[in-house]
């Protein structure tokens, strides 16, 4: 018998035991899932030097890279090719999506969410030592990489399947069960059984291996409102106690729950539909106020939100920045709420060329359209670089005093202090300045100079000054 099936059955053991004394106790509380001493697989050996730079949770700046959709190649090497452009936009996170093979079975729809293997590498996108290539890169330029990581689900060619279909929830005939959510169901993908402690302990392995095995610096954790809290605790603490690495944690989820399982970030989902309506749909801007108390609930010290114009997912569904929010300019004064209301700001590949066309799942017909406004690019360096130089609109405490049409808020960090405005409306609108800041004196945090605010301000058409003293 091997040493792996020995522990099998020594947890087996103990699981039947602990069992026995709750019965005899009469004890009617259910019994913790108990977590088998080690993983099937030992942990890899270090790849590289930890990386020093990792910026603290709240000044990241990320960046998500959709490798099929960012460069004509669609691999590893065109972000390479790109790596100082993404850096000079002025984002300090790189966030790749999967990086992991792709199942190829009959339900497959080629996504790259369908995984096949958790430890290996997509040859679509290259090779281990193409990716450590990448990381080995960002690094030298003071970027940290992120990698996608899919808990919920598998493809249906995953070797866990054969090996382990006990790992899977199974349906009413007994058949392991598709993804299923609030009535939809997901047929190219298998539900893991969150119930399973050895597959809890094999998944949580399997993240932790990519920290070692490529040197990367975190993971964003996809559809991560819908597995339970206690398994996201049982994976971060296993990965904060990788005392070698700072390593950023970002659940794609908007539950409160997820910042007591120890998660650095939330993401803004109803920002970002807060922005849509705004934008899209005529509502009043000062909706944008209540997202800073009901999205951070539950966030202690510096866990953030991240907060985003775009994303794969609401790029392919829902449009384009340009094509949602009223072309250039408008998309432009939305990413500006969302970079400096409060929170981490995300930029998705090609947003900040000012492209029109969106990037449709499953990623692999549209090519991001590198230069073709520089206009848009100059002003995302522009406003990062503002952002970046100011503590007050990096992490200050905001204030708002939005109207219908006009996005208000100062922001204050220790003596210093950012007046921020963004017209909303494809038509110029005015701004009363509420008498606290009426008549007083700013430098213009974008353009230089000094700027003086009256008893109102007039803002063109999607129109926005960052102000600062």
């Known amino acids: 018998m091997s040493i792996r099936h020995i522990l099998r059955a020594n947890a087996l053991v103990l699981l039947a035991t602990v069992s026995l004394l709750a019965a005899c106790n009469k004890d009617t509380t259910p019994p913790a899932i108990v977590t088998p001493p080690i993983t099937s697989t030992p942990t890899p050996p270090q790849y590289g030097t930890p990386f020093n730079g990792v910026p603290n949770r709240e000044d990241a700046v990320i960046y998500q890279v959709n490798m099929r959709a960012f460069s004509q190649a669609g691999n590893f090497a065109g972000v390479l090719a790109r790596l100082d452009s993404i850096k000079a936009v002025g984002t300090n996170v790189l966030y790749l999506m999967p990086i992991y093979p792709v199942g190829t079975d009959s339900k497959s729809v080629n996504s790259p969410y369908a995984v096949k293997d958790y430890r290996a ?33 598998t493809s249906w060619d995953n070797a866990w399947i054969t090996a382990h279909p006990d790992w899977y929830v ?21 539900q893991l059984d969150f119930g399973n402690a050895y597959m809890r302990a094999e998944m949580i392995s399997a993240i932790k291996s990519w ?21 996201w605790k049982q994976a971060t603490d296993t990965l904060r106690n990788v005392k070698t690495h700072k390593l950023l944690l970002l659940a794609e989820g908007n539950r409160s729950a997820n910042f007591t399982s120890g998660f650095d970030y939330n993401y803004g989902f109803n920002f970002y539909g807060g922005i849509f309506n705004i934008y899209k749909n005529g509502q009043s801007a000062a909706n944008f106020d209540a997202f800073n108390t009901t999205e ?25 920045p340009v094509a949602l929010f009223g072309g250039k300019a408008g998309a432009m004064s939305a990413f500006v709420v969302a970079a400096l209301y409060k929170g981490v700001p995300m930029i998705y590949n090609g947003q900040e060329t000012g492209m029109a066309a969106n990037i449709p799942f499953p990623f ?39 109207t219908f049409s006009v996005c208000a808020f100062t922001k204050t960090a220790g003596s210093e202090q950012a007046f ?42 999607y129109g926005y000054l960052v102000l600062k003293k």
């Open 420 to 461: 921020v405005l963004a017209n909303t409306r494809n038509s110029v609108q005015t701004f009363t300045v509420p008498a606290a800041l009426a008549n007083t004196t700013w430098t213009n945090a974008l353009q230089g100079g000094t700027y003086t605010v009256g008893t109102t301000v007039s803002l063109p058409a």
């Open 296 to 320: 951070y609930a539950g966030a202690t010290g510096t866990q953030q939100v991240v907060r985003y114009i775009t994303n794969h997912d609401v790029n392919g569904s829902d449009g384009s």
């Open 211 to 231: 920290v070692f095995t490529a040197n990367v610096d975190g993971f964003r954790f996809d559809y991560a409102d819908f597995q339970p809290g206690d398994f």
């Open 121 to 153: 590498v997509n040859a679509e996108f290259g090779t281990l030592a193409d990716l450590r290539t990448l990381v080995d890169a960002a690094h030298a330029r003071g970027m940290s990489v992120m990698l996608d990581w899919v808990a919920n689900h």
């Open 170 to 190: 199974h349906n009413s005939a007994g058949a392991i069960a598709a993804v299923s959510n609030n009535g939809t169901t997901y047929n190219d993908v298998a």
């Open 364 to 402: 692999t017909s549209v090519k991001v359209q590198w230069g073709v406004n520089p206009d848009v690019k100059r002003a995302y360096q522009q406003l990062m670089a503002a952002r970046a130089a100011s503590p007050a609109l990096r992490s200050g405490t905001p204030t708002g005093y939005s």
